[in-house]
């Protein structure tokens, strides 16, 4: 590949191929077999550093187009994390759609891991939102490109919280004078793996914690677990908080939220939280709100899988995440010192790598 430069997809474009060149992707899969009803998209973006090491996602999307959106900007973002965090991995990313509570079964994942496999290393999976590990240990019957394994990295949701953590705890020090997060309004947005890690390290720092989510048991986990106050899905953009963290879907960092939120800070573990980076970004900026890029934030999870692919040990995964603190100063400083949006930064720090290695 050539030239890594991007574009967000225009509404007219509907055409998966026209949606992949606007985006500079390399190959996109789709996949669907009768028996099992699976009905799935693999897409790999760039692969200038390594092999394409991205999660899969099982969601139940409105319709096909929304789930070709999705995996497209996900996995582009996966090459921006992977560029960002040092890892010798290109970017990738695969959507399942279903319903994660009530479709799932072995030979679902299996036929999904034989897909991965006729990629031929080129794409290799993981856990991700809607996906648990057992569920990798199904696709691994049919291929050995599967990282976050049980008896070997396993789940890397403790690893992805972390580093949103501390990415936190940078953006606190640069917006407030000090990284302590005791006594901080934080609204968590998404009662997940992630988010529930994430609450766990703020309620131990002694945070004031809000949460919400669309699953209710979770809901009343936290809340039970860490004291974590339970607000409406809509209510958390009318918060009076010191930071938001979205740790669920993507593009909630919009025209209308932009207009409610009510934070200094927007550092959460979800990705593409802006919904148009070259509008919001900006928006966010003049607002004097620190917006921590969320490829750079979350990159806790798939340091996790690289540690598994390249033989690394937990110890150094969590060390890798921790330095997701510095990383984000450095982007707060060269916004601040060149009148840049924050994702800007980050954008051309994980640029300039993949193209060192074009050359």
């Known amino acids: 590949m050539t030239d890594i430069a991007v574009r967000e997809i225009s509404k007219d474009e509907k055409n998966p191929l026209s949606q992949m060149v606007s985006m500079n992707h390399e190959q996109v899969l789709f996949c669907q077999d009768r028996e099992t009803g699976l009905k799935a998209i693999i897409a790999v973006h760039n692969t200038d550093l390594g092999p394409a090491l991205g999660g899969t996602r099982m969601w139940q999307y ?202 200094s800070i927007i550092a959460g573990a979800a990705n593409n939280q802006l919904k148009d980076e070259a509008v919001h970004g900006e928006i966010v900026m003049e607002k004097g709100i620190i917006y921590a890029p969320d490829y750079m934030l979350n990159a806790g999870g798939v340091i996790n899988c690289f540690a598994e692919v390249d033989n690394r040990t937990a110890e150094w995964a969590m060390d890798k995440a921790g330095q997701i603190y510095d990383t984000t100063i450095n982007i707060i400083n060269g916004s601040k010192e060149n009148n840049i949006p924050t994702y800007a930064i980050a954008n051309k720090m994980a640029e300039d790598r993949i193209k060192d290695a074009q050359k």
């Not at 999705?70 to 759609?97: E, H, Q």
């Open 62 to 263: 409105e319709n096909e187009q929304d789930a070709l959106t999705d995996v497209l900007r996900l996995s582009r973002g996966m090459t921006y994390k992977n560029s960002i965090s040092g890892l010798n991995l290109g970017g990738g990313k695969a959507v399942i759609i279903g319903d994660s509570y009530t479709q799932k079964n072995e030979a679902l994942f299996r036929r999904f891991g034989m897909f991965v496999e006729s990629l031929s290393g080129k794409y290799i999976t993981a856990e991700d939102v809607g996906i648990s590990p057992q569920d990798m240990v199904w696709v691994n019957k049919e291929t050995n490109y599967v990282a976050g394994l049980p008896g070997k990295s396993g789940d890397p949701s403790p690893v992805t919280a972390y580093g949103v953590y501390v990415g936190m705890k940078a953006c606190a020090k640069a917006q407030f004078g000090s990284d302590s997060l005791e006594g901080k309004k934080v609204g968590v947005q998404g009662a997940g793996h992630v988010g529930q890690y994430l609450i766990k390290h703020l309620k131990d720092e002694g945070a004031d914690i809000f949460v919400t989510d669309i699953h209710e048991p979770s809901l009343k986990e936290v809340s039970k677990k860490y004291g974590a106050k339970i607000i409406g899905l809509d209510e958390i953009y009318d918060l009076d908080m010191d930071i938001y963290a979205p740790c669920a879907l993507g593009a909630t960092v919009n025209d209308d939220t932009l207009n409610r939120l009510k934070c």
